[in-house]
């Protein structure tokens, strides 16, 4: 037993945080992720290790992607295309998930919505809040019935399609209320409903381990700037009152990413701990991550609620994953009723 | 990354099960009648099979094995409530470990085997009436004498066990208080020494574990000194290492009690509606793991040489909050029974009130929380020394 890094594991670390630096210094300050970050970010082959097709496992791989890119708020997208996206398409019998792989076809999942229906090759429905691209080429559904989920993919440019874009909290993502109407789609699969539920499972994972990236960046970046920043004659950050709760948050953060490693083992070996566990990590990692970006934004002092500085992006984002896939709130909840039926078993 | 143990660790586990289940079973002291000579008894049990120094070398009495198979013995002993006591713990999980860095050969022929035996039960003589915290600002002196021995004299606190200890890992003065942690040199004291008496302190929970320790003009040879005059605050920092490193056992009892609290709001339908008691329990059930998953961690990180990484500054921290978190839950779930203590509650039939002061003293053993807070924001996020 042992939850150390391999060395290859390492590797890829270092790999895609100098992807990260590399684009944090170059990017949009508005935050969206462009195509081309999008095809350079495939080019590492983040991709591949989500594709069930190529190899199994690769789930430690992918936290450790999910959370460097969470490190520069490059995290948004890519949970929840190597959770759905990547793994419904390979489904697909035929070359869908190819571009995907290589980052030319950007796809957005949409999940279950109301009054789906469909007619032959033509879907219906509505699906509020769904996390995309800006722009998306493609949105990926399911239609529930009965026990099955059937997995639809539309082209995002046909004149059936709606998306009303939201007012998104955070500055890297794009959210909208997507409407169908009769528009032409591809079946891609029919799966029984459980099996979304390892997907389910690995987006509460991958959207854990972008938090404890945000959240680390936050706090790192905090402690940089309490070095420097003067008052009564001394570096803010030689007071308690200014070092304690940063050192607190990283403390949370530690814990929360042995928790991230032990829960990618557990899906990784697919154990009966694995589904309460994916439930803890995400509450948790959402509730550290809020509270830890908020002390950092307050460490800032005025400067830190105001757009000269970027620390508030990472408060966004961090109140913005929180709430996707399942808040701390919600999950903290589903979990007490879990704990409590396993413990008395 | 893995959860599973390999082939060999797998045969391992299943040779430490099985002793457990048959030998373990037939010498381990009863509750009833615990007392430290059976303490010492189960300690040579267990060196029979092979299960404490399990990293020592084998020239001392230990296995030579690895971190890994350790961590197995640690977690099967905890998991059959099992565990080694704690008062022999210091000596196994703190000063032997500490002898192994900084020992000369000598020191560890003569004091390993003898710990590793259950023949000597050791204590710590680090904390002073006026020096907690600040550690490097203690006062107890060792003068050096002409013959290169040396004279102690001062008090030390806190230290757990030394009412049945035979012996003391003391930290003394040696040099100039201006020169702090740099002046300071650590002794290895018989108790029995002449000038070394004991007072014992009753604690919160009712039992006096913990000592006042005093030095009268107490003679110690140079062969006392532990890696060098001037060395004792580097000894000082591998033994805090590992006390802060190892939570197997305590761990053990939190699944136990946490168990025993989900039964009692499982019984009672107002607190199992209870949508705070829940998320709270889902806090408790969190903890666990996250406390667990640290250690698991750490496994491999013994060398108290380099810098501690983050996690391991974090861990004492993690351990603090979790049994916080559940004591206060266990508290505010007992309702009015809070105000009364009753047993067979908890592990080892304690009851919740002892549970709760045993929090409030985590938070301060081994170095207090707020410490460990500091020792974060300096060596892991870089800020500056705010004292």
Known sequence: MDLELSEDQRSLKALVADFGRDWATSSDPAGQTSPDAWRRLAGLGVFELADVEVGTGGIVEQVIVAEELGRVLLGAQYAFTASYVVPLLSLATDGEIAPVILGNRRVSFAGSGRRVVSAGCDLSGEWDLVPGFEPTDAYLLVEDVGAVARIWLAAADDS?????PLH???????????????????????????????????????????????????????????????AFGKPIGSYQGVSHPLAGSLAQLEGV???????????????????????????????????????????????????????????????????TAGSSFELGHQLGLEALACLTR | MRIEDTVEEAAYRNRVREWIATEGRDQWPTAAGRESAEERHWVQALQGAGLVGVTWPETYGGQG????????????LAEAGMPIPTSMGVG?????????????????????????????????????????????????????????????????????????????????????????????????VPMTSPGVSVRPLRQITGESEFNEVFFDEVELPSSAVLDGPGRGWAVAMTTLFYERSRYHDQLAGFAVNLSG????????????????????????????????????RLGQERDPGGTTTAAGLALKLLWTGAIEGLTSLALDVLGPMAAVESSDETVDGHSWQRELFLAQMWAVAGGSTEIARSVLAEQSLGLPRSR
């Open chain 1, 160 to 164: 059936g399609v709606s998306a009303e």
């Open chain 1, 168 to 230: 998104d909290l955070d500055l890297g993502s794009t959210t909208v209320n997507l409407r169908f109407c009769q528009t032409p789609s591809w079946l891609v699969a029919e799966v029984p409903r459980e099996q979304l539920v390892s997907s389910h499972q690995r987006a509460r994972l991958l959207i854990a381990a972008e938090l404890i990236g945000v959240a680390e960046a936050a706090i790192r970046a905090a402690a940089e700037y309490a070095k420097v920043r003067v």
């Open chain 1, 257 to 323: 990413r042995s928790l991230l490693y032990l829960t990618a083992c557990h899906l990784e070996a697919d154990t009966t701990d694995a589904a309460m566990l994916s439930l803890a990590v995400k509450a948790r990692a959402g509730a550290v991550a809020v509270e830890a970006t908020g002390r950092a934004l307050h460490t800032f002092g005025g400067i830190g609620f105001t757009w000269e500085h970027p620390i508030h992006r990472y408060h966004r984002r961090a109140i913005a994953a929180n709430a």
């Open chain 2, 65 to 76: 094995l690895s971190p890994g198979h350790e961590a197995i013995v640690a977690a099967e």
């Open chain 2, 92 to 188: 196994l999980n703190m000063v032997g470990p500490a002898l192994l860095v900084h020992g000369s050969p000598e020191q560890q022929r003569q004091l390993l085997p003898a710990i590793l035996s259950g023949a000597a039960v050791w204590c710590e003589g680090f904390s002073e009436p006026d020096a907690g915290s600040d550690l490097a600002a203690i006062r107890t002196r060792a003068t050096s004498q002409p013959d290169g021995s040396y004279r102690v004299s001062g008090a030390k606190v806190w230290c757990s066990f030394a009412h049945a200890s035979d012996w003391c890992l003391l930290l003394a003065r040696t040099g100039a208080r201006e020169h702090g942690s740099r002046a300071i040199t650590c002794f290895l």
């Open chain 2, 261 to 296: 609290l989900a039964r009692r709001v499982a019984a009672d339908p107002k607190l199992r509606d209870d949508a705070r008691v829940l998320e709270r329990l889902a806090g408790a059930w969190t903890d666990l793991q996250i406390v667990r998953a640290t250690m698991l």
